[in-house]
């Protein structure tokens, strides 16, 4: 499994900013028991941030953006979206989608997730 990010982007305090996530596979079958984005902002840990159960679109959102950013999946597409509103400067980070294959990832950390992407910069300043 491939995935894209875009999205990323230069913004206020205030904005709002949506991320994309395509995901491929070389033989068309995507399978993954969840996918979501990541972010890890300079000098801390990686974080869980919005994660989506591929089967029951059960999600998991970092408390610091619940009420402020929204995940979404369009399974006709392999794409998963991050509508990021309401931006705040704590929110600077680059930002990762990442998929678990069968589910051992951790939601928090993103430790055993298989697959990620190549990360978008979000940077939210005045």
């Known amino acids: 499994v491939q995935l894209q990010a875009s999205g990323g982007g230069l913004v206020q305090p205030g904005d709002s900013l949506t991320l994309s996530c395509v995901a491929s596979?070389?033989?068309?079958?995507?399978?993954?028991?969840?996918i979501g984005w990541f972010r890890q902002a300079p000098g801390k840990k990686r974080e869980g941030v919005a994660i989506?159960?591929?089967?029951?679109?059960?999600?998991y959102y970092l408390e610091s953006v619940k009420g402020r950013f929204t995940i979404s999946m369009d399974n006709a597409k392999n794409t998963v979206n991050l509508q990021m509103n309401s931006l705040k400067p704590e929110d600077t980070a680059v930002y990762y989608c990442a998929a678990d294959r069968i589910g051992r990832g951790n939601w928090i950390s993103g430790s055993e997730f298989d697959y990620w992407g190549q990360g978008t910069l979000v940077t939210v300043s005045s």
């Open positions: 989506m159960r591929k089967w029951d679109g059960h999600t």
């Open positions: 596979d070389s033989d068309r079958t995507l399978n993954y028991y969840a």
